[in-house]
């Protein structure tokens, strides 16, 4: 898988935005966004502030250790992950899930 991906999949992963991730790392949404296009180079230290702010090894842009590569995160996905994050309530957040959960179940035995 080329780097840009693999960025672009651990960013959804950890349900950053390419402006938090940005920030985190102290650029631009746009050289995010390059960077997962791949039309910009990143250099070893920058890949290193990308791995620490998304708490992962550098190791692991070159492994499928965090994310199925079978599986594509997306824009829909983030939005699914923040949403729930922002749930305080924690029976809530368990009967969201429980939902959610059975939907998959009975899509997949359809």
């Known amino acids: 898988m080329e780097l840009g991906k693999k960025i672009k999949e651990l960013r959804l992963y950890c349900g950053l935005t390419q402006t938090e991730l940005g920030k985190k790392i102290g650029v631009s949404y746009r ?3 390059r960077y997962e296009n791949s ?3 990143i250099l ?3 890949l290193y502030d990308l791995a620490k702010a998304l708490s ?3 190791a692991d842009f070159f ?3 965090h994310v ?3 599986e594509t995160y997306d824009e829909e996905i983030l939005k699914l992950v923040k ?3 922002e749930i305080k309530s924690k029976r809530l957040r368990s009967v969201v899930y429980i939902l ?3 939907f998959s179940q009975s899509y997949n035995e359809s």
């Open 31 to 33: 050289q995010i966004q």
């Open 39 to 41: 039309s910009n180079q």
């Open 68 to 70: 199925d590569s079978h």
């Open 100 to 102: 959610v959960k059975s």
């Open 56 to 58: 992962i090894n550098v």
């Open 44 to 46: 070893a230290s920058r």
């Open 83 to 85: 949403g729930y994050n």
């Open 63 to 65: 492994t499928d250790v």
